[in-house]
C-alpha cells in the first residue's frame, strides 16, 4: 500500500471516530426536550454535585493508594513481593457494581457477617451499606490499580542519587515522598487519575445499587423512565462539558512535561530491603484495599453458589459465548487500528497521522453513555440493536487503552527500523507484517490483554445498544442483582471475575517482562 493509500486509510478511520459525535452534536442542539424542565427544577444539581463529589472523592481515595502501593513495591524489597504485586491488580478485575452488592448483601441482617454475629448470642445493628460517601470508598478501591500501574514504572526509572542526597540532608520518608517523588513524576500521576476521573463519570451500575444518582444515572432515568430522548442527549451534553473541563485541566496539568531522568541507575534495580516493622505495615495496610475490594466480593459470591436455583445456570453458555463473541470482535478490530495509528505515525508526517493518534485516546475518555447515545443518533437498522453497533462503540471506547503500550515499543524499535526496510526495497505494509510487528507481539499482547479486562466490565453502552436477548456475562450479573436475586448472578459473577484475572495476569506479566528488558 503506498503512503497516499495510507494517508486515507488513516482519514477514513478518523472520519468514522467524527461521525457519531458530530451526529450527537447535532441532534442535541434542537430545543429542550420535554422533560428538561422538570429535571432542571427538581433533580439536575443532584446529579452535578454528586458526580462531582464522586469523582473527587474517588481521586483522593484512588490517588493515596496508587501512589503508595506504587512506591512501597518499587522501593523496597519485603518477602512476598511478587505476590503483593499481582494483589493490587484484583480490585480492577471485579466490577464497581458487583462489589456494592457483595458489600450489602454481605453487611445486612441476614447476611453472612450478621449470621455468624448472631449466631454467637451478639445483636446485629449494622445496616446496608448506601450513599455517596461508600460509594466513593468502593469505586476508589476499584480504580486505584490504574494509578498503581501508571506510577510504578516511573518510580522505577527514578535516579536513585536524588534520594540518596535527600537522606543524606536529613529528609525523612515522607518529605522525600511527597516534597520530592510525586513532583518529579506529576504528569504520569495525572495521567492515572485523569483515568480514574474518566471511569468515575461512566460508573453506572455502583450508583444504581447504592441509591444515588449522576450524571449516567439520570441519562438512563431519562431516557427509559420518562421516555424522553432529547433530553437524555442534553444531559449527555451536559455530561460531555463536564469532560472537557476534566480534560483541560489534565492536559493543563501535564504541559508538554515527561519524564526522564536521564541516569544509567534506576531506582527499580536497587531496592533497599525493609525493616520488619515495615513489612509488617506494608501487608497490613496494603491487604484492606485487596479484602474491600476483591476477597469480599469473590467470598460473598461463593457464598451465593450454596443458595442456587436450578435454573440459575439457565444460558449460562451462551452468555459466555457472547461475551467472548464481542471481546473478539470489538478487540481484534480495535487493536488493528491501534497499530494503524502508531505506524501511521512513523511513517507519515503528523498532519496526517494525528488526528486518529489523538482520537482514539478521545473515545477513550469519554464517558460510554455517551458514546452508545452518539452511536444511536447515526440511526440506521444496522447500528441499533446490532453486535455491529455495539461493536462500533466498543471499538470507539477501549481502543486506546493499549495505545501508550504499543507507542512506547514504537520509539524504542520504529522509524529508523522502517526507513532502512524501505531503503532496502519493502514496501510500507511488508514492512509493517515483517519487521516491526514481531519485535511488537508482546506489546500487542499486551495491549490486547488490558483491553479486554475492560472490556469484560463495560455495561452501560452494552445495555443500550445491545440485540435482542442479548446478554454478557457483566449485563446477566447486574440484571440478576438488580431484580432482587443475586444468588443466581453467582455464576456469571465468578466467571467474569475470572476472566478479568486471567486477562489481567497474562497483561501484566508480559508489562513486567516488556519493562526488565527495557
Same mark, same amino acid.
Given at each position: ?7 486515507? +486509510?488513516?482519514?477514513?478511520?478518523a472520519?468514522?471516530w467524527?461521525?457519531p459525535l458530530?451526529?450527537?452534536l447535532?441532534?442535541?442542539m434542537g430545543?429542550p ?14 446529579y452535578i %454535585? ?10 483522593l481515595?484512588?490517588g493515596?493508594l ?15 513481593k511478587k ?11 471485579v ?13 445486612e ?16 445493628f ?6 455517596l460517601?461508600m ?5 476508589g478501591?476499584?480504580?486505584?490499580p490504574y ?7 516511573v ?11 535527600a ?7 515522607k518529605?522525600i +515522598?511527597?516534597?520530592?517523588v510525586?513532583?518529579?513524576v506529576r504528569?504520569?500521576l495525572?495521567g492515572g ?18 441509591g444515588?444518582?449522576?450524571?449516567t444515572t439520570?441519562?438512563?432515568?431519562t431516557w427509559?423512565?420518562?421516555g424522553?430522548l432529547?433530553t ?6 451536559v455530561l ?6 476534566f480534560? $483541560? ?9 515527561q519524564f ?8 527499580g ?13 506494608i ?5 484492606l ?13 461463593v ?6 436455583r ?6 449460562l453458555g ?6 467472548l ?5 470489538a478487540?481484534?478490530v480495535? $487493536?488493528?487500528?491501534?497499530?494503524l495509528a ?6 507519515l508526517?503528523?498532519?496526517?497521522s ?8 478521545l473515545?477513550y475518555?469519554?464517558p ?6 452518539a ?14 453497533g455495539?461493536?462500533?462503540?466498543l471499538?470507539?471506547? +477501549?481502543?486506546?487503552?493499549g495505545?501508550p ?11 529508523n ?8 526495497g ?7 507484517r515483517k ?17 479486554a ?7 452501560p ?9 442479548f446478554q454478557?456475562?457483566?449485563t ?5 442483582i ?10 456469571s459473577?465468578?466467571?467474569?471475575v475470572?476472566?478479568? $484475572?486471567?486477562f489481567?495476569?497474562? %497483561?501484566?506479566?508480559l508489562l ?5 528488558g527495557?
Amino acid at each position: 500500500m503506498k503512503r497516499l493509500g495510507w494517508k486515507l +486509510f488513516l482519514g477514513a478511520f478518523a472520519l468514522i471516530w467524527l461521525l457519531p459525535l458530530g451526529s450527537l452534536l447535532f441532534k442535541a442542539m434542537g430545543s429542550p426536550g420535554a422533560s428538561w424542565a422538570h429535571l432542571e427544577s427538581t433533580v439536575l444539581w443532584d446529579y452535578i %454535585g454528586n458526580s462531582l463529589i464522586l469523582v473527587l472523592g474517588t481521586l483522593l481515595v484512588s490517588g493515596f493508594l496508587g501512589a503508595l502501593a506504587a512506591w512501597v513495591t518499587v522501593r523496597y524489597n519485603f518477602p512476598g513481593k511478587k505476590v503483593f504485586v499481582f494483589f493490587q491488580l484484583l480490585p480492577l478485575t471485579v466490577p464497581a457494581f458487583l462489589g456494592a452488592a457483595s458489600w450489602r448483601y454481605f453487611l445486612e441482617y441476614t447476611g453472612p457477617l450478621g449470621t455468624f454475629f448472631r449466631s454467637l448470642g451478639f445483636p446485629w445493628f449494622l445496616s446496608p451499606p448506601s450513599g455517596l460517601l461508600m460509594g466513593i470508598i468502593l469505586l476508589g478501591i476499584a480504580l486505584y490499580p490504574y494509578v498503581f500501574l501508571t506510577l510504578r514504572p516511573v518510580f522505577s526509572h527514578l535516579n536513585p542519587h536524588l534520594l540518596d542526597t535527600a537522606r543524606m540532608g536529613g529528609w525523612s520518608r515522607k518529605r522525600i +515522598f511527597f516534597l520530592l517523588v510525586l513532583p518529579l513524576v506529576r504528569p504520569a500521576l495525572i495521567g492515572g487519575l485523569s483515568l480514574v476521573a474518566m471511569e468515575s463519570l461512566n460508573e453506572y451500575g455502583l450508583p444504581s445499587l447504592l441509591g444515588f444518582s449522576t450524571f449516567t444515572t439520570g441519562i438512563f432515568q431519562t431516557w427509559f423512565g420518562l421516555g424522553d430522548l432529547g433530553t437524555a442527549l442534553q444531559l449527555a451534553m451536559v455530561l460531555l462539558g463536564v469532560w472537557v473541563v476534566f480534560f $483541560i485541566l489534565e492536559r493543563w496539568g501535564r504541559g508538554q512535561k515527561q519524564f526522564s531522568t536521564g541516569a544509567s541507575e534506576r531506582l527499580g534495580d536497587k531496592p533497599v530491603k525493609a525493616p520488619r516493622f515495615l513489612t509488617w505495615g506494608i501487608w497490613t495496610l496494603g491487604t484492606l484495599p485487596m479484602v474491600v475490594g476483591f476477597f469480599v466480593p469473590l467470598g460473598q459470591m461463593v457464598h451465593w453458589l450454596f443458595y442456587l436455583r436450578d435454573a440459575s445456570f439457565y444460558q449460562l453458555g451462551s452468555h459466555v459465548f457472547t461475551t467472548l463473541g464481542i471481546l473478539v470482535i470489538a478487540g481484534g478490530v480495535g $487493536i488493528v487500528i491501534t497499530i494503524l495509528a502508531v505506524f501511521g505515525r512513523l511513517l507519515l508526517r503528523p498532519v496526517w497521522s494525528g488526528p486518529l493518534r489523538y482520537l482514539i485516546p478521545l473515545g477513550y475518555a469519554l464517558p460510554g453513555a455517551i458514546l452508545a447515545l452518539a452511536v444511536m443518533s447515526l440511526g440506521g437498522t444496522w447500528l441499533i440493536g446490532t453486535w455491529g453497533g455495539l461493536a462500533l462503540a466498543l471499538v470507539m471506547r +477501549f481502543a486506546g487503552v493499549g495505545l501508550p503500550v504499543l507507542q512506547s515499543s514504537a520509539r524504542q524499535l520504529g522509524k529508523n527500523t522502517l526507513d532502512a526496510a524501505v531503503t532496502m526495497g519493502k514496501s510500507p505494509f511488508s514492512a509493517l507484517r515483517k519487521v516491526l510487528l514481531p519485535p511488537w507481539a508482546p506489546a500487542l499482547l499486551a495491549s490486547i490483554c488490558l483491553m479486554a479486562v475492560d472490556i469484560l466490565k463495560e455495561l452501560p453502552m452494552t445495555m443500550v445498544l445491545r440485540p435482542f436477548n442479548f446478554q454478557t456475562l457483566a449485563t446477566r450479573t447486574f440484571e440478576l442483582i438488580q431484580n432482587e436475586i443475586p444468588m443466581d448472578s453467582a455464576p456469571s459473577g465468578i466467571l467474569l471475575v475470572f476472566l478479568a $484475572i486471567t486477562f489481567a495476569w497474562l %497483561g501484566q506479566t508480559l508489562l513486567e517482562r516488556r519493562s526488565r528488558g527495557a
